[in-house]
């Protein structure tokens, strides 16, 4: 009689088997969340029959001499070390979200339309600080371009839209189903063909209703435009939460994307951010990007199963609430972390915190971003160096300023969906494509992360931790120094001029009390 782990041994991944001989198109393959799709892709599935890349030219480079330097990435080692040739399931198709007819010329075009069976769309704008037109040029006339194309493949299975939880920033709670913007997607994509940026930028506040940002606006854009393919191509709309480095695959901790957490993360580890305007019992709503993967691929497979319904399937990708860290639960934990691993260079000692009250946030900015960057910038120019240090924090208040809005609100992502995604996987399944949140060390996570940023982001061995620690002690010391004498000359302050305070407050009582008595004798002898 066989055992449970033989049964198991035997037991096959039934994504895997769906995948194989399948033919995939990817939009945004060169991203941060694309190149793991691609890896996870290759390793876990590697019956799959090829892999098309929509990759444009960028600086001088052709698609194929950046495909050379996309498998250079460190991601791909393990796998190439195992499997030399798995390179050549990677076909590259010239082209770009921006152009007529995606600029794919008409040869590939065609070979498209014939053989891809599931198209991952995944390219966008991810920037918050966009003009509309870029915003839309790229989220929803892109999107548009990438459904027409799907509409005429031959064998398609299946169309996956990574759109982000965020995109129903108006909503307290966000379910796992459509949203129908409050304007016409349709309307916008002409706004832009044929309004100046002058009139587009008068009209952008009162188009995003409230919304935070020109990316959120266009996302909800986008999930109205796609809902309204639902009945020509079956269709799953995927809501990524904030991505973040990854938990397990293809590298604990790998961080590529500076947006988000991670670049706050450098910024306070860096002592250039001492404050930040958040709420600290507010939930952090993060997820792995390997997780987030894994849940993309599964659900493709579940859409794609559901052939007889014509609706457009919705999933929240995001930690389920029960294992959520809070936003001060993470700046804590972070700081502490680093402090066992800082970064080689820091500017000052890091040692910054949140605040939800913004008035005092105000003043630690004035107080601990600028006027510090004032009088360094001061001494570098009379070194004759060139300041920097007042448009770091200019830098930084900006992007401070455009996640505030998320760090201080809260939201409930439901995500039921998700969560069943997951229970409905065959044994080997769940682990090749985990999704199970409710496992997760977030200790032990956010330590990986801090490693990743500093080898992957930052090029910082593990041999330069030593030396780090030597300079944080260096730049503590020098912090509580400056407290120190700040402290003093304060006190230092109060001390000479409590005399002449005293002085003064005497003086101006006995004026007081002596014209008061006046006044009392002066009503006694009128009366």
């Known amino acids: 009689m066989q055992s449970l782990d033989e049964k198991w041994d035997e037991e096959k991944s039934q994504i895997a088997a769906w995948y194989a001989d399948k033919n995939i198109l990817i939009t945004g393959a060169t991203g941060f969340m694309g190149k793991v799709l691609v890896e996870k892709l290759l390793r876990s599935c590697p019956d799959i029959k090829g892999l098309y890349l929509l990759i444009r030219s960028k600086r001088g480079l052709s698609p194929e001499v950046r495909k050379d330097q996309y498998l250079k990435c460190v991601i791909f080692n393990n796998i190439l070390e195992l499997n030399p040739d798995i390179g050549k399931k990677i076909h590259v198709i010239a082209g770009d979200v921006l152009e007529d007819d995606l600029g794919v010329k008409i040869d590939d075009r065609n070979h498209l339309i014939r053989t891809i069976d599931v198209v991952f769309h995944c390219a966008a704008n991810v920037r918050f600080d966009q003009p509309l037109r870029p915003m839309v040029q790229m989220n929803v006339l892109g999107t548009q371009k990438v459904l027409e194309l799907a509409l005429t493949m031959e064998n398609l299975k299946v169309f996956v839209h990574v759109s982000t939880t965020f995109c129903q920033c108006n909503e307290p709670v966000v379910e796992e189903r459509a949203y129908q913007a409050h304007r016409n997607p349709y309307e916008i994509i002409e706004m832009i063909k044929t309004m100046s940026d002058d009139e587009l930028a008068k009209v952008t506040p009162e188009l995003l209703n409230g919304l935070p940002n020109t990316y959120a606006f266009s996302k909800a854009l ?160 009379l070194f004759r160096r060139k300041p920097f240090l007042v448009k770091v924090q200019n830098k930084v208040s900006v992007g401070i300023k455009l996640v505030q809005y998320y760090t201080t609100k809260e939201w409930v992502f439901k995500t039921h969906k998700f969560e069943e995604l997951y229970h409905n996987l065959n044994r080997r399944d769940t682990t090749i494509f985990n999704m199970d949140t409710n496992q997760l060390d977030f200790e032990q996570y956010l330590h990986n992360y801090i490693l990743g940023i500093r080898k992957y982001m930052l090029g910082e061995s593990d041999t330069t931790i030593p030396r780090a620690r030597s300079i944080l002690r260096i730049l503590y010391c020098l912090d509580c120094a400056v407290k120190l004498i700040f402290l003093s000359g304060v006190l230092f302050l109060i001390w000479t001029h409590v005399g002449s305070f005293v002085q003064r407050t005497d003086n101006i009582l006995h004026s007081a009390l002596k014209t008061l008595y006046m006044y009392t004798n002066k009503s006694s002898e009128i009366m």
């Open 222 to 381: 986008s999930e109205d435009l796609i809902n309204r393919y639902g009945t020509k191509i079956p269709i799953i709309i995927t809501r990524p939460s904030i991505v973040t480095a990854a938990w397990k695959e293809p590298l604990p901790g790998w961080i590529e994307s500076i947006n988000g957490p991670t670049g706050l993360m450098i910024g306070g580890a860096r002592g250039v951010i001492r404050t930040m305007y958040c709420n600290p019992d507010n939930s952090s709503t993060i997820i792995p990007v390997d997780t987030a993967i894994n849940g993309m691929i599964v659900a493709a497979v579940q859409r794609a199963q559901q052939q007889k319904s014509t609706a457009v399937e919705f999933i929240n990708m995001s930690i389920s609430n029960k294992s959520l860290q809070t936003w001060g639960e993470c700046i804590e934990t972070g700081k502490r972390l680093f402090y066992k691993t800082p970064l080689s260079f820091s500017l000052w000692y890091p040692n910054g915190d949140i605040t939800k009250s913004y008035f005092y946030f105000k003043f630690c900015v004035i107080f601990f971003h600028y006027l510090p960057a004032y009088f360094l910038d001061f001494l570098l120019l």
